[in-house]
Every structure is written in C-alpha cells, then in structure tokens.
C-alpha cells in the first residue's frame, strides 16, 4: 500500500472488453467513490469521490461480429478498489464476465465461437500480469510476472487469433 501511494509501485493488467475504445491510449481520470446502494462495489463520483487514474492502451481488436472486442493493458497510477473495472464500464468498454460492472452481453456477439470463449471464461477477463515492487532493502525494483491462465489464454486467441498473443509479450501457462 504504501509503494503504490509513493508511486514506486507499479501494476499491469490485462482485460478482454466488451465494445473498441476510440484511440489506442487513454488515461482514465474519474473519481470513485463506494456505492452506498451497493457496499461491495464503487462508483464515478467525481465531488465526493478519491482521485483515480488509470491508463490504457489497445494491444488489439477484434473482427468479425456485430460487437467487437478489444484487448487492453491498463496500467494503475492508483490503486482503489475495482478501479479498472469501474473505470472502463464507466468509459463503456465492460469487462468480459464481470456481471458487477455491466458484461456487455456475450449475445451481442453474433459469433459462436467466440461467445463460447466467453462463456468458457467463468470469471472477469480480467489478469494481474506484471507488478514491480522495490526490494524492502535494496530498494532495488523487482517484477514479478504472472502467466496468462488457459481460460483467459483460450478467450485472445479466439478473438485476436495469434497477434493477441504476441502483442501482449506474455506466455501462456
């Protein structure tokens, strides 16, 4: 906690949304606050809410289908909870399989294949891929890479085929 509120720590994640955002980098600045209807989760609330930042940026597209898909790295500049997924539903690109914050509804697909890759991903398509930590004494920064799991494997290369894979720079479990 106190590495990410110095600004030594960083976190990268990698989403499957639901929609294509409308420029391959974004930074996303909208306050959060927690929702009071609904404990569990946050919500843009930009008089009463903390500063949140999160930046993007498009590692592919998907074609084919009436709603397309797009694959992101997002990159924590803070650290609330649920930040990314309350900040892309909020930009109107909804997390694959995250019921909280708005799924963009796997029918709307209009490809078979690839609805079954989202229903295969019983989970938010959602993946915390690299985070870099300083050394608690060296101070020295470590990083430390998480693979990518089948599921969410299985999910990019159905919807971005090979190139999804090679443009994250991940390997697969």
Same mark, same amino acid.
């Given at each position: ?55 993007? +940026?498009? #590692?592919?597209?998907?074609?084919? %289908?009436?709603?397309?898909? &797009?694959?992101? *790295?997002?990159? =924590?500049?803070?650290? /609330? ?25 796997? +029918?709307? #697909?209009?490809?078979?294949?690839? %609805?079954?890759?989202?229903? &295969?991903?019983? *989970?938010?398509? =959602?993946?915390?891929? /690299? ?25 990019? +290369? ?16």
């Amino acid at each position: 906690v106190r590495s990410m509120a110095a600004r030594t720590m960083g976190k990268e994640y990698l989403a499957v949304v639901y929609g294509t955002p409308a420029h391959d980098t974004a930074r996303v600045t909208l306050a959060l606050a927690k929702d009071p209807a609904h404990p569990a989760r946050v919500r843009v609330a930009e008089a009463s809410g903390r500063p949140s930042e999160t930046r993007f +940026e498009v #590692l592919a597209r998907s074609t084919g %289908g009436r709603t397309r898909l &797009a694959l992101l *790295r997002c990159t =924590l500049v803070t650290g /609330r909870m649920h930040q990314i997924r309350a900040h892309l539903s909020a930009m109107g690109l909804p997390i694959v399989g995250d019921t909280v914050y708005g799924d963009g509804g796997v +029918e709307a #697909l209009g490809d078979d294949a690839l %609805g079954d890759a989202c229903r &295969a991903c019983a *989970r938010q398509a =959602l993946h915390a891929v /690299r985070v870099v930590v300083p050394h608690p004494v060296t101070q020295v920064p470590l990083t430390i890479v998480a693979p990518l799991p089948d599921d969410l494997r299985v999910l990019i +290369e159905c919807g971005f085929g090979g190139s999804g894979l090679a443009l994250m720079g991940v390997r697969s479990c």
